[in-house]
């Protein structure tokens, strides 16, 4: 069964840090680039990293420099450090490939207080 299971969000203060984790039961999970997608209240869903089959990472650019993505082809899992957090950054975090090939899981809340 296809699923993605994020985990890791949580409440922290500005300047804190989180990892944020999801586990993705999918077909050949070593050949897709993955990425962690967020969405704000009243916002659309974002791409803000994306990790190729190579292991090269992409970022968007209020993220870069703070956020770093890495994977796990043999445990299936895509993990993202989150450093140095901004209330701008409150959101649910998702997980997908990074063309967005399957359906979203729940997602994992983070809040980021000023």
């Known amino acids: 069964q296809v699923q993605l299971v994020e985990s890791g969000g949580g409440f922290v203060q500005a300047g804190g840090s989180l990892r944020l984790s999801c586990t993705a039961s999918?077909?050949?999970?070593?050949?897709?680039?993955m990425g962690w997608y967020r969405q704000a209240p009243g916002q659309q869903r974002d791409l803000v990293a994306c990790?190729?089959?190579?292991?090269?990472?992409n970022y968007e650019d209020s993220v870069w420099g703070r956020f770093f993505i890495d994977r796990d082809n043999a445990k299936n899992t895509v993990s993202l450090q989150m450093n140095s957090l901004k209330p701008e950054d409150t959101a649910v975090y998702y997980c997908?490939?990074?063309?967005?090939?399957?359906?979203w899981g729940q997602g994992t809340q983070v809040t980021v207080s000023s």
């Open positions: 999918i077909p050949a999970f070593s050949r897709h680039a």
């Open positions: 990790i190729t089959t190579s292991g090269s990472t």
């Open positions: 997908n490939t990074c063309q967005r090939n399957y359906f």
